[in-house]
């Protein structure tokens, strides 16, 4: 809780230096900032955070009135509000990727109003959040792949180990074949020469 009101404390305290460009926020981007305007921010940061903690019950709720709100009226107001809660919110009811979908009108934006300053910083936050999330989904795939990839060798090398082990258990089995014809020769000429000796003897 407190590192994520931190990150809300320093998107506040640039709010006075960045801007998002967005031609749906042209209006809101070209007029001077109003002290009101601020406040308005600060509520919807205090919204965000006081729901991070709250039971979700209560973070369904917050998002719930949100979508609504948004739903009947896409103001500036309103698509802060609810992209601030679904990239703070954790899952399921948090969607970064929604956030952002909201937020990207306000990415690199040179506008002067603190909705504008907050929304570009918080666009920020949410695609870094999602470059982050990429590389570690490919980070995963490769590792995965790797795995696949070890698994696979490993099999084979059992597969290879195996037709080795039959090919010599054949070449073992053909000896033994051999060698039982071999013997089975011996005895037949043992056995003839037995036959002739006694033949000689009874002459």
């Known amino acids: 809780m407190k ?3 931190g990150l809300f404390v320093l ?8 801007a998002p460009r967005a031609d749906e926020l042209k209006a809101v981007n070209e007029r001077a900032p109003r002290a009101d305007d601020l406040t308005v921010v600060n509520e919807i940061i205090a919204q965000a955070v006081a729901a991070t903690g709250a039971p979700a019950t209560e973070q369904q709720r917050a998002l719930g009135e949100a979508q609504e709100a948004f739903g009947r009226d896409s103001a500036t107001v309103n698509r802060l509000r609810l992209a601030t809660l679904l990239a703070t919110l954790p899952p399921p009811r948090g969607d970064v990727k929604a956030a952002y979908s909201l937020l990207e009108p306000f990415a690199g934006g040179e506008g002067r109003s603190p909705y504008a300053s907050f929304g570009e910083l918080l666009a920020g936050q949410v695609a870094e ?15 995965q792949r790797l795995a696949r990839a070890a698994q696979q060798r490993e099999a084979d090398l059992r597969d290879e180990l195996e037709r080795s082990r039959r090919a010599a258990g054949e070449r073992e089995a053909k000896l033994q074949e051999q060698l039982e014809a071999l ?20 002459r």
């Open 183 to 202: 013997k089975a020769i011996e005895r037949g000429i043992v056995e003839r020469e037995e036959k002739m000796r006694n033949r000689n003897i009874g």
């Open 3 to 5: 590192a994520l009101t």
């Open 11 to 18: 998107l506040l305290a640039g709010c006075a230096q960045l």
């Open 129 to 143: 959040r999602l470059r982050l999330a990429r590389e570690s989904e490919q980070a995963m795939s490769e590792r």
